[in-house]
Antibody, heavy 118, light 110 residues
Framework: EVQLVESGGGLVQPGGSLRLSCAASGFTVSSNYMTWVRQAPGTGLEWVSVIYNDGRTYYADSVKGRFTISRDNSKNTLHLQMNSLRAEDTSVYYC????????????WGQGTLVTVSS | QSVLTQPPSVSAAPGQRVSISCSGSGSNVAINYVSWYQHLPGAAPKLLIYDNNKRPSGIPDRFSGSKSGASATLGITGLQTGDEADYYCATWDTSLSAGVFGGGTKLAVL
């Protein structure tokens, strides 16, 4: 059974850093496109970042230069390093798996809440 | 302001059919695959349609997807009260080199 479990969310001050993790089971992270999606309170879904099976990475303009997506193949885990956090980064962050290599996000984690506030 | 434009809300009676539109441009919907998601409060989004018109295993054929030019459409037939949710389209934007979501459409089954 495919499962994704996010962790690492919490309260952080503006300008601070946080590292989110997404532990995967039932499939191999490095063989899939893996994506981070977020939802700020009262708003819609926002695409954040993707790492392809070949290692290429892409980012939304809103996080480019501040966030870094990576994976630990030995632990079958996806990460999102978030630096220089802003109030507008406050969101529930979801990791998702795209086995179709085409933005079809089939499997999702339960989400982890990141709150950026002083 | 989303790159993909969806109506904020749609409504229909139980048993009826509804369509949700997703309007994009030549750099996204027109040239890349579109997917559709159902999102209920407090839950993770669920993939309904991928690659414009394919349904993942377990998604009933009441849900369908189509695309023409720079616009895509999600169709839902035989509406049920359990279909009340937010629906999002998504695709890749080649100019942005990034994924994009529509602003979302709230479906009310009256």
């Amino acid at each position: 059974e495919v499962q994704l479990v996010e962790s690492g969310g919490g309260l952080v001050q503006p300008g601070g850093s946080l590292r989110l993790s997404c532990a995967a089971s039932g499939f191999t992270v490095s063989s899939n496109y893996m994506t981070w999606v977020r939802q700020a309170p009262g708003t819609g879904l926002e695409w954040v970042s993707v790492i392809y099976n070949d290692g290429r990475t892409y980012y939304a303009d809103s996080v480019k230069g501040r966030f870094t997506i990576s994976r630990d193949n030995s632990k079958n885990t996806l990460h999102l390093q978030m630096n220089s956090l802003r109030a507008e980064d406050t969101s529930v962050y979801y990791c998702a798996r795209d086995p179709f290599y085409s933005t079809g996000l089939l499997n999702w984690g339960q989400g982890t809440l990141v709150t950026v506030s002083s | 302001q989303s790159v993909l434009t969806q109506p904020p809300s749609v409504s229909a009676a139980p048993g009826q059919r509804v369509s949700i539109s997703c309007s994009g441009s030549g750099s996204n919907v027109a040239i890349n695959y579109v997917s559709w998601y159902q999102h209920l409060p407090g839950a993770a989004p669920k993939l309904l349609i991928y690659d414009n018109n394919k349904r993942p295993s377990g998604i009933p054929d009441r849900f369908s997807g189509s695309k023409s030019g720079a616009s895509a459409t999600l169709g839902i037939t035989g509406l049920q009260t359990g279909d009340e949710a937010d629906y999002y389209c998504a695709t890749w934007d080649t100019s942005l080199s990034a994924g994009v979501f529509g602003g979302g459409t709230k479906l009310a089954v009256l």
